[in-house]
């Protein structure tokens, strides 16, 4: 028979626990379940040089003020996990890493099956906290550049070690490319 849950949120990170949060103000049952770890892209998709890109003032979930020295820094990014795996134990969310969700399917009334690598798991509501960003936006002009030259996209930059001895362009002026491209050039590439 399959486990049966109210409220079944799929992903550890910031939006997840904060639905996580407000369930158990509620007392409503529920359950988190993340494929990695507690805020797992920040661990795995950002680079070693990378910091939150906001004050440290404006970093603050329901019920957890992020504390500091300098509230007019910028954390890197190891603090951010850190900031969210702490709200994770503080609010006592029900999580469960490793539990990577591969089918919703919705049963018949106003349940769902939401099936793991291991388990199913019968729900009435489920959300789904998994992040806008799914899979790196490449453009498809990439498949004209010639296999010859190396392509990284940012969810995969680390440092500039891992980069081969040339000039690098950086496509993209968001806060990862301007972030990205300062660490490069903080390195001595030539960018």
Same mark, same amino acid.
């Given at each position: 028979?399959?486990?049966?849950?109210?409220?079944?949120?799929?992903?550890?990170?910031?939006?997840?626990?904060?639905?996580?949060?407000?369930?158990?103000? =509620?007392?409503?049952?529920?359950?988190?379940? *993340?494929?990695?770890?507690?805020?797992?892209?920040?661990?795995?998709?950002?680079?070693?040089?990378?910091?939150?890109?906001?004050?440290?003032?404006?970093?603050?979930? #329901? +019920?957890?003020?992020? *504390?500091?020295?300098? #509230?007019?820094?910028?954390?890197?990014?190891?603090?951010?996990?850190?900031?969210?795996?702490?709200?994770?134990?503080?609010?006592?969310?029900?999580?469960?890493?490793?539990?990577?969700?591969? &089918?919703?399917?919705?049963? &018949? +009334?106003?349940?769902?099956?939401?099936?793991?690598?291991?388990?199913?798991?019968?729900?009435?509501?489920?959300?789904?906290?998994?992040?806008?960003? !799914?899979?790196?936006?490449?453009?498809?002009?990439?498949?004209?550049?010639?296999?010859?030259?190396?392509?990284?996209? /940012?969810?995969?930059?680390?440092?500039?070690? !891992?980069?081969?001895?040339?000039?690098?362009?950086?496509? +993209?002026?968001? /806060? &990862?490319?301007?972030?990205?491209?300062?660490? =490069?050039? !903080?390195? +001595?590439?030539?960018?």
């Amino acid at each position: 028979m399959n486990e049966q849950i109210e409220t079944v949120i799929i992903g550890a990170g910031h939006a997840g626990l904060i639905m996580s949060y407000y369930l158990s103000e =509620l007392g409503r049952e529920h359950v988190v379940l *993340e494929a990695g770890r507690v805020a797992e892209r920040w661990r795995s998709e950002r680079w070693d040089s990378f910091f939150f890109q906001f004050p440290n003032w404006t970093i603050e979930l #329901p +019920g957890y003020k992020y *504390e500091c020295d300098d #509230p007019d820094g910028f954390v890197p990014g190891t603090e951010v996990v850190r900031f969210v795996q702490n709200y994770a134990d503080i609010i006592h969310a029900p999580v469960r890493c490793g539990a990577k969700v591969t &089918s919703l399917e919705r049963l &018949s +009334g106003a349940t769902y099956l939401v099936n793991t690598e291991t388990k199913a798991i019968e729900a009435a509501n489920v959300v789904i906290a998994t992040g806008q960003y !799914q899979k790196p936006a490449v453009p498809p002009l990439n498949a004209d550049v010639s296999r010859d030259v190396f392509q990284i996209h /940012s969810s995969n930059y680390r440092n500039p070690d !891992q980069l081969p001895p040339a000039a690098i362009l950086v496509v +993209g002026a968001g /806060s &990862s490319g301007c972030q990205i491209a300062e660490d =490069l050039n !903080q390195a +001595g590439r030539q960018v």
